[in-house]
């Protein structure tokens, strides 16, 4: 996966200088950095499929949680033995543990729990829940380089 790094502009960046660009039509984001907004980081990411649809407009960055856990997408369990992976709400049985899915470098953009994070499954193409799916090390360096209340402007 091809991602562009100026290390030059990613130097600059501290959090209170940077905005995050993502484009669904193009499926790749960016790390801006500066007055003129200059690109640091170029980068694939995976956006809402159908009927789960990463919602355009702009967004501060609610939260920062390095090593979060969904609590709605994950594993359950009974007696030991998984019962059911995948969304929890869908499951009807019963269950006596819920392991949720890992999101880490989570940052929340939406209280309907929309976020960017790290992901295996970047196919540049939506496929998400509404998330915004990174690669490790980009997504990584963007949780190092924001802050809460970074604008994140996702544009079609």
């Not at 193009?26 to 907004?37: E, F, S």
């Not at 995976?46 to 407009?57: D, E, L, N, S, Y």
């Not at 609590?71 to 969304?87: A, E, M, P, T």
């Amino acid at each position: 996966m091809e991602v562009y790094r100026d290390e030059a502009l990613l130097q600059q960046a501290n959090g209170s200088n940077t905005r995050v660009r993502i484009d669904i039509s193009d499926q790749r984001a960016q790390l801006l950095v500066g007055d003129k907004q200059e690109v640091a980081m170029d980068l694939p990411c995976c956006t809402g499929k159908a009927g789960k649809r990463t919602p355009v407009g702009t967004y501060p960055i609610k939260k920062k949680i390095a090593a979060k856990r969904s609590n709605i997408f994950g594993s359950l369990y009974k007696n030991g033995r998984q019962v059911h992976r995948g969304d929890r709400r869908k499951y009807r049985g019963s269950y006596d543990r819920f392991v949720g899915s890992s999101l880490p470098y989570w940052m929340r953009l939406t209280d309907s729990g929309i976020g960017m994070h790290y992901s295996a499954y970047v196919h540049r193409h939506p496929g998400s829940n509404g998330c915004v799916r990174m690669p490790r090390e980009a997504v990584r360096t963007i949780f190092a380089k924001t802050l809460v209340g970074t604008p994140v402007d996702i544009v079609h």
